[in-house]
């Protein structure tokens, strides 16, 4: 049985083949993006790819983690928080995620024990070998149908204590499915040390070593580096580190993320790979739509500058929204400049000073109290300045917020996030329908997993902005929020100039709020920036730049 249940049939035991990316050195060097990148490619040749996170922090997800720790919180179309790398993936390649693509070992120990007390285990001593490892080889191998290929990336660093289970577990995959079936790929970093003017390959040699002393050969290196790596040291990586020398690979900087796939390629990663499998390598990958990125990001036709005006000093907090723009921008031919503002700043400084010289304003999610006053400046500021707003998830709630004070003179209108004493114009969701379902909530219950997370539908206005914007009446989008527009105050709003133009099916739930009188202001509770794509850009972020575009001439 796989992981969750499905069952795995004898053709795909025999036909898919793993490989494992695991990373060294340090942390951060981007095993998401190789994982991604190297994904890309084996699409490119014609291969049908599948990616995977194994986490090995002891969250059940990282819904409540800190996102200025550990970056933004991704969500799939059926509701599973994970990690950021997971919108990697999906820009990537095209295919969505799901919870079966995203697994840490609090979610590993909380289903072995679940299984203990339930007497699964018939009263055997629980251990994490074979126990522990054999549900993380259950995940990985389960709920695949046709894929050839099944990319698991192993988050943290080689040496992490906690991560030890996660590398006995592809040991012993390796060792069970065999090695004609398994490839390791292992991403290290090799420090430029510029007093002595040479690259140091010991941190590497290193790296691996310890690999090797959990029973894992690499059999492709990819080096992370500043410089270009001279061959004397990609002859020493291949001599200390027993792999041949055309298997390491150097993962140089890049001016864009998106440059990643023809840079590996042009290494020879996915023709290693294919050779690795003894697979055909005399057609070379289609990389067209690559290029075609490429060339328009290398020659713009012009810049544009948007401000975000968010809560959270970590830009990784963002990463999705700040794809997305760039990928709008892409559209438009154009290169978007973000400007990060801290919410907080633009409380205590004023909109007037921070704001005045960019030609779009995005205001996007957060939760609590911090830098909420900022936030409604901002959109004040668009509203009466006539600068392109896009406010996504609490951005809408503040927009509307700002309207019903400002515009209605509802003084103490307010989210009951934020207040106890207020106007409640935002409140918390207690009940909504999920696919046919009833979900209820209740104030004090636990923060994990419980809000209004994944995929659900809207209902557009045919005569609104958003309906152009689409182009269609019917659209679903990925929600991650508690507190919802209460839409008692529909006719308030509309008599102050803000018409909600989408609503959920039943008509209860507001989904977006658009301003008709003003050049470009839109306000949507869910997260538009979790399904653009740099090929299949955001209609929504299309748009928006356009729109930014449009006023910056203006200027």
């Known amino acids: 049985m796989g992981y969750g249940g499905c069952k795995m049939s004898d053709k795909t035991n025999s036909k898919t083949k793993f490989i494992f990316i695991t990373g060294g050195v340090v942390s951060s060097l981007g095993k998401g993006l190789a994982s991604a990148s190297l994904a890309a490619l084996l699409q490119a040749r014609g291969f049908k790819v599948r990616l995977r996170k194994l986490d090995p922090y002891l969250n059940v997800d990282p819904g409540t983690m800190n996102p200025c720790q550990h970056g933004e919180v991704y969500v799939t179309d059926d509701g599973t928080e994970a990690d950021l790398d997971l919108g990697h993936y999906e820009r990537f390649s095209g295919i969505p995620a799901t919870k079966y693509d995203s697994v840490t070992s609090g979610k590993i120990y909380q289903r072995v024990l679940d299984k203990e007390r339930h007497g699964d285990y018939l009263g055997a001593t629980i251990q994490v070998i074979p126990h522990v490892t054999n549900e993380i080889k259950a995940f990985i191998l389960g709920n695949i149908t046709d894929e050839d290929f099944v990319l698991c990336e192993i988050g943290g660093t080689v040496g992490d204590i906690e991560g030890q289970p996660y590398l006995e577990s592809i040991r012993q995959l390796a060792y069970e499915l065999g090695r004609d079936r398994t490839m390791f790929v292992h991403l290290t970093l090799l420090p430029y040390i510029p007093t002595a003017g040479e690259l140091k390959t010991k941190p590497t040699q290193h790296s691996v070593k310890q690999l090797q002393e959990y029973g894992i050969q690499p059999d492709i290196i990819l080096c992370r580096s500043q410089i270009e790596i001279p061959q004397n040291e990609r002859k020493k990586i291949a001599l200390f580190c027993n792999v041949k020398e055309e298997c390491v690979i150097a993962a140089l900087d890049a001016k864009s993320i998106y440059h990643v796939p023809l840079a590996y390629s042009a290494e020879g990663m996915d023709y ?248 470009w202001f839109i306000g949507v509770q869910f997260h538009p920036e979790l399904k653009s794509k740099p090929f299949a850009p955001h209609p929504l972020f299309v748009a928006f730049v356009k729109a930014a575009i449009d006023n910056s001439r203006l200027i």
């Open 272 to 519: 290693q790979v294919c050779k690795y499998f003894g697979l055909e390598t005399k057609t070379k990958p289609d990389l067209d739509k690559w290029k075609h990125i490429e060339e328009v990001m290398q020659n713009p036709e012009g810049e544009v500058k948007i401000a975000i005006v968010g809560k959270y000093q970590l830009q990784e907090a963002y990463k999705s929204l700040a794809e997305a723009l760039t990928h709008g921008g892409l559209a438009n031919h154009f290169k978007v400049k973000i400007k990060w503002l801290d919410a907080e700043d633009v409380e205590k400084q004023g909109p007037d000073e921070l704001l005045n010289d960019v030609s779009g304003i995005l205001v996007p999610g957060g939760f609590g109290n911090r830098g909420t006053e900022g936030k409604i400046a901002a959109a004040k500021y668009a509203r009466e300045h006539n600068i392109p707003y896009l406010g996504i998830c609490f951005g809408m709630q503040m927009a509307v917020i700002e309207t019903m004070r400002n515009v209605a003179g509802i003084k103490n209108a307010n989210s009951s996030e934020l207040s106890d004493d207020c106007e409640a114009v935002v409140g918390l969701m207690t009940e909504w329908d999920k696919d046919g379902a009833k979900e209820i909530r209740h104030k004090g219950g636990d923060l994990g997993g419980t809000m209004r997370l994944g995929a659900y539908p809207t209902v557009l206005d045919e005569k609104s902005k958003v309906y152009q914007i689409y182009g269609c009446k019917n659209i679903s989008e990925r929600h991650r929020h508690r507190y919802e527009v209460n839409i008692k105050y529909e006719p308030v709003l509309k008599k102050s100039g803000m018409v909600i133009v989408g609503k959920s099916p039943d008509g209860k739930l507001p989904e977006i709020v658009e301003r008709p009188e003003h050049p």
